[in-house]
């Protein structure tokens, strides 16, 4: 019969649900805390309407755009890849031979 032990009672790790922001020269974090109606910049899948942010939600203002966390992620701006910054592929400029 196995012997069990206080390590095998221990909970699952939470998972990491940090967000990291690639290109973040151009990007601030601002949460939602007034009656100003805001929109955000995609539509989501299958809809043909711009979806609200809400308050105490968490988005994206970008130059002239904003995004709430989920189409964030979706379309490219947002990862929760920790190692982005390992993973992109650098562009080499080219050299002359």
């Given amino acids: 019969m196995p012997q069990e032990t206080a390590a095998s009672f221990r909970p699952a790790p939470?998972?990491?649900?940090r967000l990291y922001i690639p290109?973040?020269?151009?990007?601030?974090?601002?949460i939602k805390a007034?009656?100003?109606?805001?929109?955000?910049?995609?539509?989501?899948?299958?809809?043909?309407f711009f979806?609200?942010?809400?308050?105490?939600e968490i988005y994206l203002v970008g130059?002239?755009?904003k995004y709430c966390l989920r189409c964030a992620?979706?379309?490219?701006?947002?990862?929760?890849?920790?190692?982005f910054w390992q993973n992109r592929v650098?562009?080499?400029s080219a050299t002359s031979l």
């Fill in 23 to 30: 290109q973040h020269e151009n990007w601030q974090a601002r």
């Fill in 34 to 48: 007034d009656t100003e109606k805001i929109y955000c910049y995609a539509k989501l899948p299958g809809e043909d």
């Fill in 63 to 65: 130059e002239t755009e």
């Fill in 90 to 92: 650098l562009k080499r």
């Fill in 51 to 56: 979806h609200l942010i809400l308050n105490g």
């Fill in 14 to 17: 939470e998972p990491d649900t």
């Fill in 73 to 83: 992620l979706r379309v490219g701006i947002a990862t929760q890849d920790r190692l």
